[in-house]
């Protein structure tokens, strides 16, 4: 997962990015939209490692 943070509201990559913490799956952009959001001055790009919820059984 790729939490990407904007310091004010603004579009780049195709994206219309919120103010503030915006999630994306990996995978979810391109090389060349990824490329285009770390060059952006106004985001921050955080990789995330994505985890499984929870840890035991339901059924207990």
Known sequence: MMII????ACRRAGI???KGENKFKSGEL???????????PRLSVQVVSEQK????DASN
């Open 16 to 18: 219309d990015f919120k």
């Open 30 to 40: 391109s090389a060349a939209q990824l490329a285009q959001v770390e060059a952006d």
């Open 53 to 56: 919820k929870g840890g035991q």
């Open 5 to 8: 943070t904007a310091s004010e």
